[in-house]
């Protein structure tokens, strides 16, 4: 594959975009080769394309909408989550507003046969080939950070063997990640220039997306914390992405458990 191209993060806003200019620091030096192309076994995808509703459960520390959440340990919370019904773990690796690491990921791996999705903000092709040597079975792409770019790390995530969840909060993002050929569309109902959560907005996009004849996996994030909240996305939905109010819970098995049953 060819060296991607960087994505134009001062067109980030807010919160987002101090994250982003940050991790893009972190990188600044890191080798954006990608290596020889991986096979991709698909298994965030196939843990999540079932009949029913799925949990990605988050291992999550801590936030900037919330600060300190809990003192997690990575491996204690895969095990609860999978014990509570998850279908695949979430882990987040951003270090600085997210207490995340790659050590976090690569525990949580260790101890599950769960597919597990590095959460960060990429905005280097060398993340996506850490997430594979990791172990990650899937990354996050962020249409609001990578805009017009989102196709290429798309195909750089496949190059690598990853699934990719391409994360949208609005009608443009939508669009854009539908033309760039994404498989699996996570809806983030928070605003993460605002931190505003709308739980309205994954029901309104995730009907437009279906509408345009997207067939692939549609995941409702971010907000939930009730059995009532999830019944929004129920029929609609292929998955959920729950971290706060699980990770806050103080019972990860149970919290995910109760959340999910109607
Ligand atoms: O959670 C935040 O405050 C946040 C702020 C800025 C950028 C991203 C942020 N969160 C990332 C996420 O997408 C969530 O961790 C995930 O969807 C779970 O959300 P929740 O269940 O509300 O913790």
Do not use: C
């Not at 394309?49 to 204690?76: F, H, N, T, Y």
């Not at 063997?161 to 928070?190: F, K, P, S, T, Y």
Request: aromatic share 4%; charged share 25%.
């Amino acid at each position: 594959m060819s060296v991607l191209s960087a994505p134009d993060l001062k067109r980030v806003p807010g919160v987002l975009g101090r994250i982003v200019e940050l991790r893009a620091g972190d990188y600044v030096d890191a080798d954006p080769a990608l290596g020889e192309a991986r096979a991709g076994a698909r298994r965030f995808e196939g843990a999540l394309a079932v009949p029913d509703l799925s949990l990605i459960a988050e291992v999550k520390r801590a936030s900037p909408s919330e600060g300190a959440i809990a003192p997690l340990d990575p491996a204690d919370a895969a095990r609860a989550y999978a014990a509570g019904g998850a279908a695949a773990i979430s882990v987040l690796t951003e270090p600085r507003y997210f207490d995340g690491n790659r050590g976090a990921l690569l525990e949580v791996v260790a101890v599950t046969d769960l597919p597990a999705l590095r959460k960060d903000f990429v905005v280097h092709p060398a993340m996506l080939r850490e997430a594979a040597d990791w172990g990650a079975s899937a990354a996050l792409l962020m249409v609001s950070v990578l805009h017009e770019h989102t196709g290429e790390y798309l195909g750089a995530a496949h190059h690598l063997g990853l699934d990719a969840l391409v994360e949208v909060h609005d009608e443009r993002e939508l669009d854009i990640a539908l033309e760039a050929g994404a498989r699996i569309i996570g809806v983030n109902n928070r605003d993460l220039t605002t931190l505003k959560i709308d739980l309205s907005v994954s029901p309104r996009l995730i009907r437009r997306a279906r509408e345009a004849g997207f067939t692939g996996v549609l995941v409702a994030e971010s907000g939930y914390r009730t059995p009532q909240d999830i019944a929004a996305v129920r029929g609609l939905a292929d998955a959920v992405l729950v971290g706060s109010s699980l990770a806050g819970s103080g019972d990860l098995s149970r919290a995910a458990r109760d959340l999910m049953t109607p």
